[in-house]
Structures are given as structure tokens and as C-alpha cells.
């Protein structure tokens, strides 16, 4: 399994798969070739169908202001993968042709980095085999990250941390109307000032607002594991906070949430385009439950019961993003589901360790098996549910 600083990264919004990944993909095609004349870019699947309200074309015309392009949007060609992007580059020395997929937490795959892509950090790809480990090792899940990952990791976290507070912060500060036709108000800064008491629930309710509504807005947030799902963790981490724990205590809750993260995006997905909202904030509110679970103190085994209980019920979770804008429904579902972490961990101090039917690596296996019957119409193409019937 690959580091888990994959899972959270510092960036704009609104998307991972739509923004940041067609931002990385322009990069790196800036990089490989030399004296470009032109380039022609077509959008497949859902980059093409909600990539409007994504601002994947507004982020394509940035990176390549300064080169003659054109975009294409092609909803109509089939493609192994959802989130397909293809570049024509005219160069002085003639035409090639790259294909691109964004898979989801900004992550690009090229023609260059397939095969280098398996960079293994850890030799364990399941949360059976690495629950094992550490129980072979007497070591904790942070023991086993920390053994695993560079002398780095805690710095690099510190900075997603003090990110996700930054966005909270911005987010609460603003108001007005978010970018699009729908013209959906921000709520944050309202939410916070009808506060009555001082409920730590209410005030990580109201912080994933704040960041998924910054999400929106493109502003700078962490993907945790793509940009739709932020505001989960904006609601963590408003919600940690509040209950005043350390900042090392924080740091090493991200690095659990990271490790599930992973192991949902090695094994399954994290792209609402290929598995739903289920691969999104499904997996955002597993991270979470582990997250919250791990800062409370629970051992290896509740930590992963937490994972697992989220996930499990947010399995069938779809992707309707109304007009392809990343805010109904995606704003206040990052609150629901940052509530409901914090209740799969309390449920994981509840339920007697004997008797644990399904595993968190059953609940990803199923989700990811869900995702790819759902319906491409339920997959971040903006032609049913919601999208259908608010238009
Ligand atoms: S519905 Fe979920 S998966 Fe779809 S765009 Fe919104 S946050 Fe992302």
C-alpha cells in the first residue's frame, strides 16, 4: 500500500477528480513536452457530463492560458473509465496523443507513472492483514503507521491540519452567495451566530459546512479523500477543536483516518464517478469514525469496528450533484455524515467486541461491488435523483 499522504491533500476545490485531477494532468503534459503549438483536450464520461459545474474547463483554460487549446466535452464515447481525459499535442515535431484518467483525490494516471505507481510503503493492502500485524507486533495503528512512513509525516499532517482549521475559519467568515446558477446561500457564519449552546456536535456540524461551502466556492481546503467530501473532515477537526485535544492527539488521528482512507482507495475507489457518493463521503466518514475513535482512545479493534459500522451504513450512497455543482447535495451531507462518524465510533464503544460479523475489508468489498452496479445515471453524471428533479 502506498503512503497515505496521498489521501490528504492541500488544493482547490471544488473537485478532486474534476479539478484538481485535470489541473495535474495539464501540469504534467506541460512538463513532458516541449514547444507545444496546440493542444486539444476531450473530456469523457462524467468529466464531460457535470465537468461545467465542476470548473474542469475553467481550471484547464488556467493551466493552459498560455497555449493556443480547445476543449471538447464527450459524453457520447464510451471509456473504460469515468473520469477519461485525452490530449492532442502539437508540438514542432508533430501530433501525439495521451490518455489521462483522474481517479479521484487528485490523482492522475499517465502513460509514465502506471507502472511506477505501485510505490509500496507497507506490505499490508488489507485492514485483516494489517490488524495482524499489530497485534503480532504489540504495536498500536499509529505505532504501525509511524513505523511505516517517512520521518516527515507528522509535519506534512500538521499542515493538513492547519489547513482544515484555516477553511474553517474562512468558511465562517464569509457570506453571500456560492459560484453558479443554483444560488445557493452560505450558511456557515449564519449556523454560528443562531448558536444557542456550546454543543461540541452542533459546532462540527456547523465546520463542515464552513469548509464544504469554501469547497464550493474553489477556495483553498484539504481533500479528505477528494474535495466533495472536505467538509467531513472540516467537521472533525472543528469538532476536535472545541474539545480542546493536543495537537499530536489530532496528527495521529489523521494518520488513521489516512490509513483507511487508502486502503478504500487501493481496494475500491474514492471517486463518485466510478462507485458514488458511497466511494466519497462514505469513505470520508469511515476516515472520520476511525479518526474520532482513535483521539478517544479505543484499541485496534474498535478503531476498525468504528470504520466499519460508517461505512457499512453509508453503502448505496449515490452521486446526484445538482447541475453538476459541488453543493446540493454534497454541502449538507458533509455535516450529516460528519455526525454520523462521531455515532459509529460511539457505537463502536458499545458493541461487545465478540460476534463481529462484517469486517471493515467486507464493507469496502461490497461497497465497491455496489458502486459498479449503481446505475451511471447515480455516478456523478447529473442526469438523475436530485439532479433529475431539481433542475
Ligand atoms: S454527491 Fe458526493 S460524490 Fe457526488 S459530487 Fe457531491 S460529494 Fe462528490
Known amino acids: 500500500m502506498r503512503s497515505i499522504k496521498e489521501i490528504f491533500v492541500i488544493g482547490h476545490g471544488p473537485s478532486s477528480s474534476h479539478t484538481m485531477g485535470p489541473a495535474n494532468a495539464c501540469e504534467y503534459i506541460l512538463k513532458q513536452y516541449e514547444n507545444i503549438k496546440s493542444i486539444k483536450v476531450t473530456l469523457y464520461g462524467s468529466l464531460a457530463l457535470t465537468g461545467k459545474g465542476h470548473l474542469t474547463d475553467y481550471i484547464i483554460d488556467l493551466k493552459l492560458k498560455n497555449i493556443e487549446h480547445k476543449i471538447i466535452f464527450d459524453s457520447k464515447t464510451e471509456t473504460k473509465h469515468p473520469n477519461t481525459m485525452e490530449f492532442e499535442i502539437t508540438t514542432n515535431k508533430g501530433t501525439s496523443t495521451e490518455t489521462i ?64 482549521l484555516a477553511s ?11 459560484p453558479g446558477p443554483l ?54 477537526l472543528g469538532y476536535f477543536r472545541k474539545k480542546n485535544y493536543s495537537e499530536k492527539s489530532i ?3 489523521l494518520m488513521i483516518a489516512g490509513l483507511i ?50 461505512l457499512e451504513h453509508s453503502l448505496g450512497l449515490t452521486c446526484d ?47 465497491y461491488e455496489t458502486g459498479k452496479d449503481l446505475s451511471s445515471e447515480y455516478r456523478e453524471t447529473g442526469k438523475k435523483g436530485l439532479s433529475e428533479i431539481f433542475k
Open 101 to 164: 484518467i483522474s481517479i479521484g483525490g487528485g490523482t492522475i494516471v499517465t502513460k509514465e507513472n502506471y507502472k511506477n505507481r505501485l510505490q509500496e510503503v507497507y506490505s499490508q493492502n488489507s485492514l485483516k492483514e494489517i490488524l495482524i500485524y499489530c497485534n503480532k507486533e504489540n504495536i498500536s495503528l499509529v505505532e504501525y503507521v509511524k513505523k511505516h512512513e517517512d520521518e516527515n509525516l507528522f509535519d506534512y499532517l500538521k499542515s493538513c491540519k492547519d489547513q482544515i
Open 168 to 178: 474553517i475559519d474562512s468558511g465562517l467568515s464569509k457570506e453571500g452567495y456560492l
Open 183 to 236: 444560488k445557493v446561500q452560505r450558511k456557515a457564519k449564519e449556523m454560528l451566530a443562531n448558536l444557542k449552546n456550546d454543543d461540541p456536535a452542533e459546532i462540527m456540524a456547523i465546520s463542515a459546512f464552513a469548509v464544504a461551502e469554501e469547497n464550493a466556492s474553489g477556495n483553498l481546503i484539504v481533500i479528505a479523500p477528494t474535495c466533495g467530501s472536505a467538509g467531513v473532515f472540516g467537521g472533525i
Open 251 to 253: 496528527i495521529e488521528s
Open 261 to 310: 482512507g487508502m486502503l478504500a482507495k487501493i481496494n475500491a475507489s474514492i471517486s463518485g464517478a466510478e462507485a458514488g457518493c458511497q466511494a466519497e463521503i462514505g469513505v470520508a466518514c469511515a476516515m472520520g469514525a476511525a479518526a474520532i475513535a482513535s483521539i478517544k482512545g479505543l484499541n485496534n479493534e474498535q478503531i476498525a469496528r468504528a470504520a466499519e459500522i460508517a
Open 321 to 367: 450533484p445538482v447541475q453538476g455543482y459541488v453543493q446540493i447535495p454534497c454541502i449538507e451531507r458533509c455535516a450529516v455524515y460528519a455526525l454520523k462518524a462521531k455515532n459509529a465510533a460511539k457505537l463502536a464503544t458499545l458493541i461487545p467486541s465478540t460476534n463481529n460479523k462484517v469486517t471493515f475489508d467486507d464493507s469496502l468489498k461490497t461497497m
